[in-house]
T-cell receptor, first 113, second 108 residues
């Protein structure tokens, strides 16, 4: 089945130790998104790629970076995780434009110790 | 920027009951989507519904774009319907905004 896959599902990292979360898709969608969701809150968009064009939200901290080496894969890099970065990180795709229906992966739950 | 408000914030129902969840938005939108977030955190697509009415089994949704609201109807609730329901809109300036969600508990 075509889908959005996130690895790992659970990630534990130490304060200040860089961590990378990955997302892959078999949908061949043009747009890929990264969201951060903290407990009992709504998902918050961090950034998205339209093909290779990177679009950063204005309030996304510099600590968060992203790479999209090809259509299928997108990575979220947290350069120096703080305790406040503990959250669920959700990857999503949409087919052609940012206005299309979004499909989400299962998420990666990040713990910072 | 655009405001997205969902009501009620919490809802507790007995199995078999019907419910209506509401999403109001403060400005015109280019699209609207309803999601169910299950207990494991995954967001499941329910409806992509910028306008009109759609039905899928026990669930249906209606968006009245001119009046800036959308409704999600759940009939004959089951315990597996429990979780958080989010609406998300794409604003006219291409911002994706989620509402704060409605937390639904279906009691057996």
């Amino acid at each position: 089945d075509a889908m959005v896959i996130q690895n790992p599902r659970y990630q534990v990292t130490q304060f200040g130790k860089p961590v990378t979360l990955s997302c892959s898709q078999t949908l061949n969608h043009n747009v890929m998104y990264w969201y951060q969701q903290k407990s009992s809150q709504a998902p918050k968009l961090l950034f998205h790629y339209y093909d290779k064009d990177f679009n950063n939200e204005a309030d996304t901290p510099d600590n968060f970076q992203s790479r999209r080496p090809n259509t299928s894969f997108c990575f979220l890099d947290i350069r120096s995780p703080g305790l406040g970065d503990a959250a669920m990180y959700l990857c999503a795709t949409s087919r052609v434009t940012e206005g299309d229906e979004q499909y989400f992966g299962p998420g990666t739950r990040l713990t910072v110790t | 920027g655009i405001q997205v408000e969902q009501s009620p914030p919490d809802l507790i129902l007995q199995e078999g009951a019907n419910s209506t969840l509401r999403c109001n938005f403060s400005d015109s939108v280019n699209n609207l989507q309803w999601f169910h977030q299950n207990p494991w955190g995954q967001l499941i697509n329910l409806f992509y519904i910028p306008s009109g009415t759609k039905q899928n089994g026990r669930l249906s949704a209606t968006t009245v774009a001119t009046e800036r609201y959308s409704l999600l109807y759940i009939s004959s609730s089951q315990t597996t319907d429990s979780g958080v329901y989010f609406c998300a809109v794409l604003s006219r300036d291409d911002k994706i905004i989620f509402g704060k969600g409605t937390r639904l508990h279906i009691l057996p």
